[in-house]
Each structure stands twice: as structure tokens, then as C-alpha cells.
């Protein structure tokens, strides 16, 4: 199965602040005949079901603010808010869909200060 | 639009089987997979399990052994069962859906199911 890490576990920012938070796999999400990243990223408010923010690594969902950007390839992913909001406060998973079993990182859980 | 909704019972004894189903509208479930998603009390996101268009089942290698994912298309639903149930499987259960088999890109509002006598 492939692993995914995610880090920090938790970090408390001040709104207009820039976060970053890390996500490895342990092989790599870059399937070569097409050059995608099978690489998720959701979003989990207190109560709510995860939403779909960031597939294929970098490309944002509908309706998602351009303040959430994905970057990285092969093993090594980021997910930044450049200028957090409030209403950001979440946690948020990565999740891999290279191969089955799908798998998700531990969390980054995202405090507002 | 495209929903889904999880129903099943709230509370299921140790050792007995848990049974789901996901009630899914705005798509077909012959041309999307659907996937199933648990979350413990306070704890992370782990995948279950995913039926795929076309009917085959993928499952989760440390759960393998005790679910079953199955779907009847024409009633537009999909079923998960777990069998040998211990307190550790107390979690709510989510169903989502893939669109050609990747990302998951929506997702029911859960239904939490406590393994307790």
C-alpha cells in the first residue's frame, strides 16, 4: 500500500497569514504515459463531510478560492492558503488515487489564531 | 445534481454485521465508481472500500477479510457490509463518488455507526 504523510499534524495561523503544509508519498503519484499526479486534496470543517479542493496535484475545483494552490510531483506535495480566512479553519487531508487501495494522509489540522 | 446519501443502523452489537447503503441521484452508477470512506471518533480518514463502473470491487487489505460492497443499479444503490464487528469499527461511514475512477469528488453527509453491546 502506498504510505502518505502529512505534516505538521496541526498549525495556528493569523488570518492574512501564508500556510504551508506537506504531503509525501512513499512511491510515486506521477503516472508517466499521461504526466498527472494522482494527487487529492480535501477539506474537512468541524461536522462536515471532506470536500474536494485541489485533483491532479495543482488543479483547483470549481468554485474554490484561488488562495488555495497545489504544488509538487512524483513524492512531494504542498498545499498553500496564501492569505487565510477564518472560515478556513479545517483540517486537511491528501490523498493518493494512483492505485488501490486509495489512501490518505493523517491530517493537517488548521488553527486561526 | 449529484447526491448520495449513507442510511444503515446507529448502533451494531460486537461480532455482528454491519449493513449499508448509499442512495446515490445525478449519476449512474454503471459509468462512476462509488467508494466508501470511515472516519473513527476525532480520528482520520481511512478508504474502505470502492465498487467500479463496471462492477468489480476493490477493498481495503487490512478489512478485506470481513466486507463485501455490492450494488443493485437499477434501484441506483450500493451496499456495503462488515462482518465480525468490534468496538474498534465504531466510525462514521461515508459514501463518495469517483468520476473515471480517480478523485473523489462527492461525497454523502455520513451516517455514524457505533459498535457497542
Known amino acids: 500500500d502506498i504510505v502518505m504523510t502529512q505534516t505538521p499534524s496541526s498549525q495556528a495561523v493569523s488570518a492574512g497569514e501564508k500556510v504551508t503544509m506537506s504531503c509525501k508519498s512513499s512511491?510515486?503519484?506521477?503516472?508517466?504515459?499521461?504526466?498527472?499526479?494522482?494527487l487529492a486534496w480535501y477539506q474537512q470543517k468541524p461536522g462536515q463531510s471532506p470536500k474536494l479542493l485541489i485533483s491532479?496535484?495543482?488543479t483547483r475545483e470549481s468554485g474554490v478560492p484561488d488562495r488555495f494552490i497545489g504544488s509538487g510531483s512524483g513524492t512531494d506535495f504542498t498545499l498553500t492558503i496564501s492569505s487565510v480566512q477564518a472560515e478556513d479553519l479545517a483540517v486537511y487531508y491528501c490523498e493518493q488515487y494512483y492505485d488501490t487501495p486509495f489512501t490518505f494522509g493523517s491530517g493537517t489540522k488548521l488553527e486561526i489564531k | 445534481q449529484v447526491q448520495l446519501k449513507e442510511s444503515g443502523p446507529g448502533l451494531v452489537q460486537p461480532s455482528q454485521t454491519l449493513s449499508l447503503t448509499c442512495t446515490v441521484s445525478?449519476?449512474?452508477?454503471?459509468?462512476?465508481?462509488v467508494h466508501w470512506v470511515r472516519q473513527p471518533p476525532g480520528k482520520g480518514l481511512e478508504w474502505v472500500g470502492a465498487?467500479?463502473?463496471?462492477?468489480?470491487?476493490d477493498y481495503n487489505s487490512a478489512l478485506k477479510s470481513r466486507l463485501s460492497i455490492s450494488r443493485d443499479t437499477s434501484k441506483s444503490q450500493v451496499f456495503l457490509k462488515m462482518n465480525s464487528l468490534q468496538t474498534e469499527d465504531t466510525a462514521i461511514y461515508f459514501c463518495?463518488?469517483?468520476?473515471?475512477?480517480?478523485?473523489?469528488?462527492?461525497w454523502g453527509q455520513g451516517v455514524m455507526v457505533t459498535v457497542s453491546s
Open positions: 512511491q510515486s503519484l506521477l503516472y508517466s504515459e499521461n504526466k498527472k499526479n494522482y
Open positions: 463518495t463518488r469517483s468520476e473515471f475512477g480517480v478523485r473523489l469528488d462527492y
Open positions: 445525478g449519476f449512474s452508477l454503471t459509468s462512476n465508481s
Open positions: 465498487i467500479w463502473s463496471g462492477g468489480s470491487t
Open positions: 491532479w496535484a495543482s
